[in-house]
């Protein structure tokens, strides 16, 4: 065999096997995971909610096309969430010195203090992770995360 079909025949293989090993994983994904971080957001806000205050913590002040891109979200649908929190005076809409058309978004300090409270309110998840995981096991399951993190964003 050549080395570019070998190449090729080696990289279908591994193509396949992430196919079965993903479809191994999003079942406990969901149940294990996803499923029991939202039930500890569902007593306040959605995990939509939730994620976009923490991504505007993360990041500052961000235009609604910054976020929405943050998000992997449609521009109509953060326009909508950051209604319903400029709303609850969770962010604040601030024009852009240098393009008095572009509008950016920013936390306000209730929802900065909101989000630091209930941090500190709902640590079921992480106790969880913490009572069944070993130490061990959750720094694997972290660096898989940053794995994710990093080759997750290269795909189209």
């Not at 065999?1 to 990289?11: L, N, V």
């Not at 999003?26 to 939509?48: C, G, I, Q």
């Not at 976020?67 to 969770?90: C, M, N, R």
């Given at each position: ?11 279908e ?11 191994g994983v ?23 909610t ?54 950016r ?52």
């Open positions: 065999m050549t080395g570019k079909i070998y190449e090729k025949k080696t990289t293989k591994i193509s396949e096997n992430f196919v079965k090993n993903l479809l999003m079942p406990n994904w969901h149940a294990k995971l996803v499923r029991p971080f939202k039930d500890t957001l569902h007593r306040e806000m959605s995990l939509e939730y994620y976009c205050l923490q991504t505007l913590k993360m990041n500052g002040t961000m235009t609604m096309t910054q976020l929405a891109q943050k998000l992997k979200v449609p521009k109509q649908q953060v326009t909508k969430l950051i209604d319903t929190l400029s709303t609850h005076q969770f962010v604040e809409r601030v024009n852009n010195e240098e393009d008095r058309r572009s509008i978004i920013r936390l306000t300090p209730m929802a900065v203090s909101y989000l630091d409270k209930y941090y500190l309110k709902n640590t079921g998840f992480i106790r969880m992770l913490e009572e069944q995981l070993t130490m061990q096991e959750l720094m694997q399951l972290n660096d898989a995360m940053e794995v994710l993190d990093r080759i997750l964003p290269k795909l189209k």
